[in-house]
């Protein structure tokens, strides 16, 4: 019913920069909040970043004033702007969208990107 996709993971050095994009598609009605999660090597699932559908950002402690996250609402698509990347960043990322799709009445469902690794090289 939605899909997300995510691009925009890769190898990286570390301090350097990356813009990872997901998009949402299918029989949509509305989205909530559009975010991110990552889970690297050995580690549980932890959120990195979120945003509402007006605005409202989040942040998990280990990124904050690094990593930004935007939304475009009429592309229904979530950006994660990560800069100053370090080894520990070494993930796969997992966007994610909370929304309720066309004739499935007003229940609000979360779906889940296939996720994009990122790698930080020391």
């Known amino acids: 019913q939605v899909q997300l996709v995510e691009s925009g993971g890769g190898l990286v050095q570390a301090g350097g920069s990356l813009r990872l994009s997901c998009a949402a598609s299918g029989s949509i009605f509305s989205i909530d909040v559009m975010g991110w999660y990552r889970q690297g090597p050995g580690f549980q699932r932890e959120l990195v970043a979120t945003?509402?559908?007006?605005?409202?950002?989040n942040y998990g402690n280990s990124v904050k004033d690094r990593f930004t996250v935007s939304r475009d609402n009429a592309k229904n698509t979530v950006y994660l702007q990560m800069s100053s990347l370090n080894p520990d960043d070494t993930a796969v990322y997992y966007c994610y969208a909370d929304g309720v799709v066309i004739g499935g009445g007003p229940n609000k469902y979360r779906y889940w990107g296939q996720g994009t690794p990122v790698t930080v090289s020391s």
């Open positions: 945003v509402t559908s007006s605005g409202s950002t």
